[in-house]
């Protein structure tokens, strides 16, 4: 039997992040019989709980977050680390306040299809999750998703952006006639 401090640190990441990734999948399988549509619901419970995990990894690796680009390559690096180096992703700065994360490679929908489950469960844990950690990062900023690969579009794309306060609209003024 090798040694662990033999196996490569790349080879043990990422063996365990192919078992992060399969993890859902197994899970949806073995437990949606049981618990039907319910499963979704308690699933997100632990995709939002996971969140705050993350926002864990971004304190403790002092990873920034005070904009639309810092928060984007933050949720990069905290999805590669979580579930490993297949999450191939890039940012787009559209502006000083938006930021496009594109996803071209989800370790999350080989092996949940390898699994046997559907791209839009697959999609459920993936919006909770990043629903939930950009504004736990910075809650002056929010995600949205434009495209999933999850939903048979060829890449995934979500908007970072801030949250455009609605200005109140004022009765009194009003002109009379």
Request: net charge negative.
């Amino acid at each position: 039997m090798p040694d662990l401090k033999s196996i490569p640190a790349d080879v043990k990441w990422r063996l365990a992040a192919d078992c992060a990734a399969r993890v859902p999948a197994l899970y949806d399988v073995a437990f949606r019989k049981v618990l039907g549509e319910n499963y979704d619901e308690i699933e997100r419970e632990i995709w939002i709980e996971l969140a705050s995990r993350a926002l864990t990894v971004v304190k403790d690796l002092g990873l920034p977050e005070k904009n639309a680009h810092d928060l984007a390559e933050s949720v990069r690096t905290v999805m590669i680390i979580l579930f490993g180096p297949d999450y191939k992703s890039e940012t787009i700065d559209v502006s000083d306040d938006e930021t496009v994360i594109l996803i071209r490679r989800c370790p999350f929908i080989d092996t949940g299809y390898e699994s046997g489950t559907t791209g839009e469960h697959t999609f459920l844990r993936c919006m909770a999750l990043t629903l939930t950690m950009v504004p736990a990062l910075n809650n002056k900023y929010s995600a949205r998703y434009v495209r999933s690969m999850c939903t048979g579009d060829r890449q995934c794309e979500i908007k970072v952006s801030s949250e455009k306060k609605l200005e109140p609209v004022e009765s009194g003024n009003k002109k009379k006639s």
